[in-house]
């Protein structure tokens, strides 16, 4: 088996992080994922450190019983709270979403101040403010928990009074700072695009690090001479934690094609 | 030690099972209880009906290391999909937050007309349905899932515009069937008492079983002659799954009084 048919591990707290699956697919089509959606124990969001590292450690446990060349930590709680643990712990290079969203984020401000909004854990880890402090010390980062717009997304309610209702009560104080980017710093905002863009208006970009993520992968492959042969349609694995009948139902949200079917794992034996 | 000597174990999902302890202590303050909240694991309401059954069987397990006379079951989601599977498991009778809520219901209504608001997964149950159709077979029974009142609550937001929205929504289906009954089918719920009764009107009374299965406690140990000597103040001991620093920090907020510390438990072990 060649280094590049190894297969790329995407784990999140639960199905958000199949944004960061789909662009990968469609940034490298040949690549094969292997998904693991904590489904059984989301969110990570609100949940401590402690809690967080021990999910990520038993997720990258079970993605290490498939053959990989990397991992990437696809929930913003996770990638805040616990990646040099999961780093440690895997025998791959592993990568955040915070960093590429970072950057992303550094290079789009020209106010140099910077909304960044996610769960209670990704905001109170610090993580985003000390990554984009790392690339430019004197930009401003203003950040909010906003920890309703998970279940919102996952109720399917993405636009409307309430989530617009919602969205200017948790971005007037970012808004007031002068930010012109705000981080979408949670895998689930991206389906909150239409609200948030429009409360935050035409001067602010929104950054979605789904994107970037999929570009930093694309890199650290390419440098480590670890693509996947071009021409060969990758063919994704999907696990899930709770019931694989409600990944089927949701995975299209995310995905937007089809998905195949999911299969359960029974985390907690990892 | 006398039968009474022993403790009453109660488990939610969280911390929205301490208003059944909050219920218990007032009736009947020389009670012991030992609680456990799985804060690493909530929301059980989204989750599938396996998962929850695990999840209350490891609770089980959890407090059966205790000297227990009788456990309750305080979660709506869990009474509703795991009762039987915990009644099996345990060695002590228990009591779930769905019957008591039932009678309380039935008892109030005039119009024979109730709406049950509660978790998807409780929804989904049909268990409030089943329970009221088996105490008056004619009562019309109005349901909705309202999966953003728990994630509301602990995010503090109990009043304003946002709840009252939301409120107005999901409850305008059950008012227009004309219920004159509102069944809280959520130990979250009360805290929201303010804005249901404001949304649903006067012409509506609001059942918190919290309440109720505090009654339907003192019957079963007066019945089993296991209630605690008069006089001793009960001594509560918590447990969580998540950090317990936290618990102290919202404990308050349902438990009226300043509750003690609580400890961890590594739930999964069990």
């Known amino acids: 088996m060649r280094k590049g048919d190894a297969a790329i591990g995407v784990f999140d707290s639960g199905l958000g992080g199949l944004t960061v699956v789909r662009e990968i697919a469609a940034l490298l089509p040949a690549e094969r994922v292997i998904y693991f959606g904590d489904t059984a124990r989301i969110p990570y969001g609100t949940k401590s450190p402690d809690a967080v590292t021990r999910y ?5 446990a079970f993605l290490s019983t498939f053959n ?4 990437v930590v696809a929930c913003n ?6 990646l040099s643990a999961v780093s440690e712990a895997a025998c791959v290079p592993v990568e955040g979403v915070i960093e590429p969203g970072c950057r992303a984020a550094a290079s789009a401000t020209k106010a140099r101040k910077i909304g960044v909004i996610g769960t209670e854990g990704t905001i109170q880890s610090g993580a985003y403010a000390a990554g984009i402090h790392a690339i430019d010390p004197a930009c401003e980062v203003h950040s909010a928990a906003t920890p309703l717009f998970v279940p919102m997304v996952e109720e399917g309610r993405i636009s409307g009074e309430v989530p617009r209702l919602v969205a200017e009560e948790y971005l007037a104080p970012l808004l007031d700072k002068g930010i012109d980017v705000l981080v979408l710093g949670c895998t689930h905002y991206p389906l ?13 970009s929104l950054v979605d690090s789904a994107v970037t993520t999929a570009g930093r992968v694309r890199d650290v492959l390419a440098e480590r001479n670890a693509l996947a042969a071009a021409g060969r349609p990758g ?7 709770d019931d694989p009948a409600k990944f089927a139902a949701v995975a299209g949200t995310f995905l937007g094609d089809a998905v195949g079917e999911a299969d359960w794992v029974d985390i907690e034996r990892y």
């Open 56 to 60: 990520a450690l038993q997720a990258t």
């Open 77 to 82: 709680t996770a990638s805040s709270l616990a």
């Open 192 to 204: 909150l695009r239409g609200v948030l863009g429009e409360v935050a208006g035409p001067g602010v």
């Open 68 to 71: 990989l060349k990397l991992m």
């Open 235 to 241: 063919q994704h694995r999907f696990y899930v934690s």
